[in-house]
């Protein structure tokens, strides 16, 4: 099984908890159970469920009462994936300035995994 863990900030606030907790209660549960599917198969995850961006980021796909929800993650080796933010979309794809946001927590993340790790 995967290790899941939560982005976190230089404040130590965590962004997709932030989100996350702001959501509807089935918006919480469908993105609950994603992120579950996403520690059971990690890497192996794919459409509809998951699917690459770019750049080593990818997004964990839910959707509740008509809306689309989106976590964006990267992975951290094998072993660890690191959830970075999550947004509603609106549009048909994920803005480039969400995946710009992951790729910089990406790079954040690889210079110092414990100071940006918010551990579930």
């Avoid at 192996?44 to 964990?60: K, T, W």
């Avoid at 933010?85 to 414990?114: L, T, W």
Wanted: proline share 4%.
């Amino acid at each position: 099984m995967i290790r899941l863990v939560l982005f976190s900030e230089e404040d130590r606030s965590a962004p997709f908890l932030d989100w996350f907790l702001g959501l509807p209660d089935k918006a919480q549960d469908s993105c609950r159970v994603r992120l579950e599917r996403l520690r059971e198969l990690g890497h192996l995850l794919r459409r509809p469920e998951a699917d690459y961006l770019r750049d080593g980021i990818y997004e964990l796909r839910a959707k509740a009462e008509g809306i689309n929800y989106r976590m964006l993650y990267f992975f951290h080796g094998k072993e660890v994936v690191v959830v970075s933010h999550g947004i509603a979309k609106q549009q048909a794809a994920v803005p480039s300035k969400e995946i710009d946001r992951a790729i910089a927590r990406k790079k954040a993340y690889a210079s110092d995994p414990v100071r940006h790790t918010h551990s579930l």
